[in-house]
């Protein structure tokens, strides 16, 4: 990969993170504005009981996890977008643009939601709902900076895998290939071997003929 290629990729990688920051930011601006105080309004219905808007203020972590620990959470977010920075930083100038992407999408939704709790006092703002009322099933509510984070770390575990399995059979079909090659020579070497040994019996029976 060239360096011009791979800046390009870093920048795309950049423009990722703000676009996921700027969406949720925003969204949660709205929802600020038009659902607010917290709990009192009624939810917003966007595919009848199922997809839903209803504001919470969430002190825990990504769809409500560890609630009320407000400081371990800062320490894990911060100690999550760390690692992934470290290994975006290792991706530099070798890995395609998928991985840049997903990164990129990862630490946008983190930092969002960590630019929440610096402006919040320790909370995020969540509003998506899903559920199933019929089956009692009602998910945690979220935000876009978690769906970011969730969708991000799945994609990342789907091109590891399918990237791993990929490499794991363009290895077996290296080696396949390489024992093909070395079966190839071997029998030419035998082939010379034995048409050598050949000539070399054949002459001593000319000179017996001739003398």
């Not at 909370?123 to 900076?145: C, E, H, K, M, T």
């Amino acid at each position: 990969m060239t360096i011009r290629r791979a800046r390009i990729f870093d920048a795309l990688a950049l423009l990722t993170v703000i676009i996921v920051v700027v969406l949720d930011q925003l969204t949660k601006a709205l929802v600020v504005q038009h659902l607010g105080p917290p709990g009192i309004r009624q939810p917003i219905s966007l595919i009848g009981d199922y997809l839903v808007l209803f504001y919470i203020r969430n002190n825990g972590a990504a769809f409500s996890l560890f609630d009320n620990n407000s400081i371990a959470l800062v320490v894990l977010i911060v100690a999550a977008i760390a690692i992934i920075a470290y290994l975006y930083l290792r991706t530099l100038n070798s890995e395609p643009l998928v991985y840049k992407l997903i990164f990129g999408m990862i630490i946008g939704g983190a930092l969002s939601n960590l630019i929440d709790r610096a402006r919040h006092s320790g909370y995020v703002i969540d509003f998506i709902s899903f559920r199933i009322p019929q089956i009692g099933f009602y998910f945690a509510i979220f935000n876009l900076a978690d769906a970011a984070i969730s969708v991000g770390v799945f994609l990342l575990f789907i091109t590891v895998l399918f990237g791993g399995l990929r490499r794991s059979g363009e290895m077996q079909k290296s080696a396949d290939t390489q024992n093909i090659d070395d079966n190839q020579a071997a029998k030419i070497s035998s082939q010379s071997t034995a048409s050598t040994t050949t000539g070399t019996v054949s002459r001593p029976k000319e000179q017996d003929a001739q003398s």
